[in-house]
């Protein structure tokens, strides 16, 4: 089974730094895309950042220039570098990959969340 374990999520003051993990396993043959959402309290889950096969990166107006999404392709993780963090970043981080569980079959998979707190 394709599982996806996000980690590095917790409490951090504003301005500060945290990087998020995402390591994927299971039967996945390539990744066609990878990306960060996030979902705050009584809010719609979000487009973070995202990065396709060749490299290339988007991220959301809120956190482009702060945060920097990466992966290894060697060890299966993707990664998200969040600095000088706002409160308003504070929410659960869901990672989520689109790949190919066979020649023929792609499929969306997500983690199951880590939470982000940013306060003093």
């Known amino acids: 089974q394709v599982q996806l374990v996000e980690s590095g999520g917790g409490l951090v003051q504003p301005g500060g730094s945290l990087r998020l993990s995402c390591v994927t396993s299971?039967?996945?043959?390539?990744?066609?895309?990878e990306a960060w959402y996030r979902q705050a309290p009584g809010m719609e889950r979000e487009l973070v950042a995202g990065?396709?096969?060749?490299?290339?990166?988007n991220y959301a107006a809120s956190v482009k220039g702060r945060f920097t999404i990466s992966r290894d392709n060697a060890k299966n993780t993707m990664y998200l570098q969040m600095k000088n963090v706002k409160p308003e970043d504070t929410a659960v981080y869901y990672c989520?990959?689109?790949?190919?569980?066979?020649?023929?079959?792609?499929?969306?998979?997500w983690g199951q969340g880590t939470q982000v707190t940013v306060s003093s």
């Open positions: 989520t990959v689109i790949g190919r569980t066979s020649l023929v079959d792609t499929r969306n998979f």
């Open positions: 299971g039967s996945i043959f390539s990744i066609d895309y």
């Open positions: 990065i396709t096969s060749s490299g290339t990166t």
